[in-house]
């Protein structure tokens, strides 16, 4: 019993020594640990913002169907995508047999409204000769009722009132004759004015028809790159979202207005990328840039800034918090070996900076949605927070800080076991200067 207790004994011993070993182990990780530094230090720099890109066409014009009522047009020629094509070519045409069919239609009524005006004036004429003749008798039945009447003083009385009933009925025949010329004036000129309204509405009809086959030969209204669009007309006008629709092609049906194509002018292209808000700081109209497109590997392309957007693109719907500005640069040649969408990188050289406070931009972190920096503090690092003035070539331009300050190239608080809270904060638990 004696020698159990006393194996016991050295077990318990042994056991505690091992606990002991691994606790000293653990404080010698925790705590030796050295945090890599950098000095805060004042630079001559020219300032540079990289960002990435795509090739785009200044000017396009889309190709559509003519707006022609009557059904659908199909497409008997089109150019191939991607083609170079020249402003005032065909680059479409639609079938004109339906076109063609209404023009003989209307030549058909043009020469029937013709001939109604023959006849109408023909008829026109030999009424107006009828009603003179008829007009001359009438006149000349008035004046014998007259001189009938002139003789009442030396005739009776009966035959006197008859020759005064005589020229009164030979005045109202003249009269209502007198009438009816007028409505039958008026009638031939109506009848003729129809006709020839027939022959102007014919004649404008022929002239649509003629446009429209004219329109069925489509043209291109600049030199540019022929890209041929997805046939919307093919899917009955019902398509969503991310449906990848087919081209158009020989034989296709096309509603009239739907868009065919789309001439790309790849002679005056220029590149759209966006920045951060921090390098947005340090971009103006006019700044020099260098394009590399990846399409034509080993060679640069020199353009200047064009625009640079003064509104975030930032889409309220929009998961990512980073907001970014719209820059577009113009190429100062043209290449054909370009063509629009194609990715580039570009290297924007903004000012050139004098004694720039500057350090390497992985000492800059973000803490409570600032930027801070770590700067050492005897044994320990104080948080200290800073302005990003700019970042260039892996060094960030700052201001609120001395040069020659020693800043932490790493998170201390991660480096010493601490850790972050979910917004990328982190506890400032460092020493008597931490914020």
């Given at each position: 019993m004696k020698l159990f207790f006393q194996n016991a004994a050295l077990l318990l011993l042994l056991a505690a020594a091992g606990i002991a070993a691994g606790c000293h182990q653990a404080t010698v990780m925790a705590t030796?640990?050295?945090?890599?530094?950098?000095?805060?230090?004042?630079?001559?720099?020219?300032?540079?913002?990289?960002?990435?890109?795509?090739?785009?066409?200044?000017?396009?014009?889309?190709?559509?169907?003519?707006?022609?009522?009557?059904?659908?047009?199909?497409?008997?020629?089109?150019?191939?995508?991607?083609?170079?094509?020249?402003?005032?070519?065909?680059?479409?045409?639609?079938?004109?047999?339906?076109?063609?069919?209404?023009l003989g239609q209307?030549?058909?009524?043009?020469?029937?409204?013709?001939?109604?005006?023959?006849?109408?004036?023909?008829?026109?004429?030999?009424?107006?000769?009828?009603?003179?003749?008829?007009?001359?008798?009438?006149?000349?039945?008035?004046?014998?009722?007259?001189?009938?009447?002139?003789?009442?003083?030396?005739?009776?009385?009966?035959?006197?009132?008859?020759?005064?009933?005589a020229l009164d009925e030979a005045k109202r025949a003249l009269a209502q004759l007198q009438q009816d010329v007028q409505s039958h004036s008026a009638s031939n000129q109506a009848a003729l004015a129809i006709s020839m309204e027939k022959r102007h509405k014919a004649q404008l009809a022929m002239g649509q028809a003629q446009l429209n086959i004219k329109n069925m030969h489509v043209t291109s209204p600049i030199e540019g790159l022929m890209v041929i669009r997805g046939n919307a007309d093919s899917t009955g006008g019902n398509f969503w979202d991310g449906m990848v629709l087919p081209d158009y092609h020989v034989g296709d049906q096309a509603n009239p207005g739907s868009t065919i194509a789309e001439v790309v002018d790849i002679a005056r292209l220029e590149v759209s990328a966006q920045v951060s808000e921090t390098d947005r700081t340090n971009l103006k109209v006019g700044q020099t840039a260098e394009v590399s497109v990846e399409a034509v590997p080993g060679?640069?392309?020199?353009?200047?800034?064009?625009?640079?957007?003064?509104?975030?693109?930032?889409?309220?719907?929009?998961?990512?918090?980073?907001?970014?500005?719209?820059?577009?640069?113009?190429?100062?040649?043209?290449?054909?070996?370009?063509?629009p969408g194609f990715a580039v990188r570009i290297s924007i050289l903004g000012d050139n900076l004098s004694k720039a406070v500057s350090i390497p931009d992985e000492a800059v972190f973000e803490h409570a949605g600032k930027k801070v920096v770590y700067r050492q503090s005897g044994h320990s690092f104080e948080m200290q927070e800073v302005k990003v003035r700019a970042l260039s070539e892996g060094r960030a331009v700052l201001e609120g800080i001395s040069p020659g300050t020693v800043v932490a190239l790493v998170n201390p608080e991660k480096r010493r076991g601490g850790k972050e809270k979910p917004n990328g904060s982190a506890s400032p638990s460092l020493g008597p200067g931490s914020i």
């Open positions: 030796d640990l050295e945090i890599p530094t950098a000095t805060v230090k004042e630079v001559n720099l020219q300032l540079k913002v990289f960002t990435t890109g795509a090739l785009r066409s200044v000017q396009s014009r889309v190709i559509t169907a003519p707006p022609i009522a009557g059904g659908t047009l199909q497409i008997i020629t089109l150019a191939r995508s991607g083609s170079r094509v020249q402003a005032g070519e065909v680059v479409v045409e639609f079938d004109p047999s339906q076109q063609e069919y209404t209307n030549r058909s009524d043009l020469a029937q409204a013709e001939q109604e005006i023959v006849k109408a004036k023909a008829d026109a004429e030999v009424q107006a000769a009828q009603d003179q003749t008829a007009l001359l008798k009438a006149k000349y039945a008035v004046r014998r009722a007259e001189l009938e009447v002139s003789k009442n003083e030396i005739i009776s009385t009966i035959d006197a009132q008859k020759n005064l009933l060679e640069k392309f020199l353009g200047k800034v064009q625009t640079v957007g003064g509104a975030t693109s930032h889409e309220f719907w929009d998961d990512n918090t980073s907001r970014k500005f719209d820059v577009g640069i113009q190429l100062d040649r043209s290449d054909a070996r370009l063509r």
